[in-house]
């Protein structure tokens, strides 16, 4: 199933991807696609629980402050709460139901974007991104020639699928970005 979980390294110290390879999670994910919507609840359930007991053993700290991913480089073992947060308002919106990204908290939604920004800057096919969110924040992958700005809510589908939601406002062409 695609809902795996990093904690087990942060646990205990020891190398635990997620996934052996992009194919793999490819593969489960297409597997997952196959699958009705209560087996797909019963699964995230249990990830929810096997998540939710290695955030408990955590209680004591963790053994390692980063982890490898397949992705998005090294992250913090303390951003993984956040990351969750993301695969859930992500896919979520990958779900093609009446539900829309603005629907997401907006922590949730900032999260989102640090955790989308943070894997641009780490892979070698990014394009240079200026990131202006009109509530505030910025953020900047490679040269930043690029300057994309707007509400977080038309920010976010941008860097997180290459959605152009209406109110994101950028100059010239937007550039591709990888894909996850």
Known sequence: MPWRTWPPGAVTGRETPAYASREQ?????????????????TALG???????????RLQGGVQVETLPT???GEISAYSLPAR?????VVHHNDLDTTWDWHEAGPDA???AIDICVHRLQVH???????????????????????????????LLPFLA?????EGLQYEGGLPAL???
């Open 25 to 41: 999670r490819d593969t489960d994910i297409e597997t997952a696609a196959g699958k009705s919507a209560a087996e797909l609840v």
């Open 46 to 56: 249990q990830a929810n629980g096997r998540l939710l007991g290695a955030f408990q």
């Open 70 to 72: 397949l992705f998005s």
């Open 84 to 88: 969750r947060t993301t695969e859930l």
């Open 109 to 111: 939604i900032v999260d």
């Open 124 to 154: 070698p096919d990014a394009p240079g991104l200026h990131v202006v969110a009109r509530e505030g924040e910025e953020w900047t992958v490679g040269d930043g020639s690029v300057r994309i700005e707007g509400y977080y809510e038309t």
């Open 161 to 165: 699928r290459a959605e152009v939601d």
């Open 178 to 180: 990888p894909a996850w």
